[in-house]
Every structure is written in C-alpha cells, then in structure tokens.
C-alpha cells in the first residue's frame, strides 16, 4: 500500500475525519494481518467469485458450474481454495460459505434490471479530495442504474456497521469519478451487509448531499497533511501538536494502530484516573464525565493487552507476564463421515440418537417462507422476543430512555419514558 493510499484510505475515513493526527502517528506502520481480516479476506474472495461466474468451478455431484457458494465444499472437500492474498493453510469453511452466500443473494436480488455491475471495483477520488493522486479503494459492488448507483459492502464480522459511514461515501464519490462516462445518477445508494448480524443497513443520499459530503472528505484530506508536516517539521511543541491534531474517541480510535501509545490516550488516561479517584462520593455531574472517557478506557486496556501479547509471542519479555496455553477448543470429529458410519451401521444407533434434531430458527424460517407471505403470517404468529437487557447509553443515543424503579413487589419494573 503506497503512502498516498494510507493518506486517503476510504476504510479509515472516519477515524481521519474525526482525528487527522492518528494518520501521522501510524503511516509508518507495517501492515498486520490476523485471523479475523484473512477470515474477510477469503470471504470477499469467495463471493466475488460466484457473483462473477468466471471460476468455472464444477459440482461433481451434478456436473453442473457452481453458482453459489454454498455448493462450494462439495467441489473442495478439504476447504482449498486459491485466493492469492490468504495463506493456503486457512481453509474455507461451511460457515464462511453461509456468510458470503447471505451477501451474494442480496447482491443480486439488488442487481436486478441493473445497466451494469463492477465487482471488487477500484475506484478513484482525487478530484472529490481535491489530491493530486493516490486516492483510491476498492469497493465490493457497485451497481449502475440509469438513476442509482448502488454502493454494497460486506462485512464479515461481528462489530455493527452503520451505512451512514464515510468509507461508503467515499466509494461513492470514486464511483461517480472513475465511471463518470456513465454515471450521471442522481441519488447513491449505500449499503452494509453483515451476514453475522443477520443485518442489512441501507442509506440513500442525492447527488447533491454526496457533494456536501465531499467538502468534508476535502477538509479532512488537507488537515491530514497538515498534521503530517507539522509533525515532520515542527513548530510547535508535542503537546501542541497532539492537542491540535488527536482528537480521541470511541468511533476513531477503536481500530487505530496508535492506540496502545497514543499520546492524546495517555492524558485522558491520566484525567481519568484522577477523575475517578473515589467514585461512590462523586457528584452525578462528574460521574458523567468519567464516564465519557470509559469506552475510551476500555479500548486502550484492550491495546495493552494486545501489545503485550504481541511482543510475548515475539519471544520479547515483558516483566512479570508469560504466554500460557488457553482452554482447549470444542471437541470435533476428525472425519465426520467416518464416526456417522460406525455409529449407524456399526454401532445401530438410532437417528435421535446419533444425531441432534432441532426445528430451525425463526430468522431460517422467514428466509424460507418469507415471500409466502400467507404461510409466513400464520408462523410469525408463534415468534416471541425478548426484550434486551437495560444498558447504558449517551443521551444521543437514538433508542428511547428508559426508566428502571422498584414495583409493589418490590421487583424491578422497566417502562419507557414519554415525552
């Protein structure tokens, strides 16, 4: 990844836009791999694999071209794959395919009647970020419409995306730059798809709010490079610098690589501490102020740990600490088919007992039945939920408040607040 790219990545835009120093503290990084993002990596692969039918991948069972990524296992026992940015020794799993099958059946459902389709698309915005160059991603769908673009990204993990997010502004402003010649779409739709999640998260902005966006994107741009040359030339001591340039918070600094030594964290650790020197006799309004630097508390201790542990499987000592082997993982058959055969034709176990049968979920269910919309009705009858547990929330939470207070039998009464 070139240094023009690291400036301007659309994956951290919203880290850049909410604190343009974090970009000169880690653009020297190297880049890290581990298991979650080549577990994305594989599943992104696959997708745009069945989505674009050029594999050419065969189901022995049928004879047929595999088209979809739930039939990929049975051309590929082993869970081999050739994905050329992943380790051949990860393989793809029955779960992975479920995931990218989830994306790849909302893909193209979306693409329906579309003009055309670009599948892991790169995309360029020099011009939206007002750079010379360098400005570019890849996004993973981008379907054209005489009046939308579709801008689709797929998420593989579990940590909830919102698609109001400027990674996905971001592509759709590359959208309408690299493919102006036939992009003259007048609304821009965005998309998050997190199979994990069971969650699909939709935005549409006009053309003219993505281009109010792209004012934001080019201030963010220049004060990222400011932030840079005055680290690299400074005229102001590193105090200044970090109070002018690092701005923390939950949202930038959950995936920033600075965060375990971040300078700006440091002071807010070091005010949290003082803050919270004796809790219980704290006046409510500077409770609340301790707890604004809590998620940011939490995240840095999270990064300790992570360093640590880093530094320790790298044979480096870190005083008092040691790796340790953890719990072992879930026991599992080493050939399924093998242990099937000798309970049941060797052993003559019977099916409830060689097997654990259970009706299938309601969310399985609506997948289903859910464009028979008569049968759904009658089955959507017999669905309960839950409410969640009460949890803290800042007051721009957009969920209703809700109040907690004792009732007649003393038990705990949850009610919505009105008004």
Known sequence: MTTHSRLDSPSKADQMEECPGSVALTMHLPDTRSAASDQGTLCHWLSAEVLSGTHGWINP????????ATEYLDAFLDGSHDCPDVSPDL???????????????????EAVGADLMYLEARVVMNEALGVESGAEGTADALIFFPDMVKVIDLKAGFTPVSA?????????????????????????????VQPKLDYIGEVVLTSAELDGYATVAKESARDVRQAIQ???NPCMSDDEWAATWLHPGEKQCRWCKAKAWCPALTKASEEFVEATADVPSMEAEALAKAMDLT???????KAVRAEVEGRLVKDEKVPGYKLV????????????AAAEALMRQKFRLKVEEAYDLKLISPTKAEKILG??????????????????????????????????????????????LVG
């Open 295 to 301: 998620p940011l508390m939490e995240i840095r201790a």
């Open 91 to 109: 393989k793809v799993t029955q779960e992975l395919c479920e995931i990218a099958q989830y994306y790849v059946d909302y893909v193209r459902r």
């Open 61 to 68: 069972a049928t004879g047929a071209f595999i088209t979809d």
């Open 164 to 192: 109001d997010t400027s990674q996905l502004k971001r592509y759709a402003l590359g959208a309408r730059e690299t493919f102006g010649h036939m992009c003259d779409a007048e609304q821009f739709k965005l998309v998050i």
């Open 325 to 336: 082997q953890g719990r072992k993982g879930a026991r599992a058959w080493s050939d399924e």
């Open 230 to 232: 005055e680290s690299e």
């Open 371 to 416: 464009e028979q919309p008569k049968r759904w009705a009658q089955l959507e009858k017999l669905i309960t939920q839950s409410d969640g547990k009460p949890s803290v929330a800042p007051e721009s939470d957009k969920r209703p408040a809700i109040s907690v207070a004792p009732n007649a039998d003393g038990m705990e009464e949850i009610t919505d």
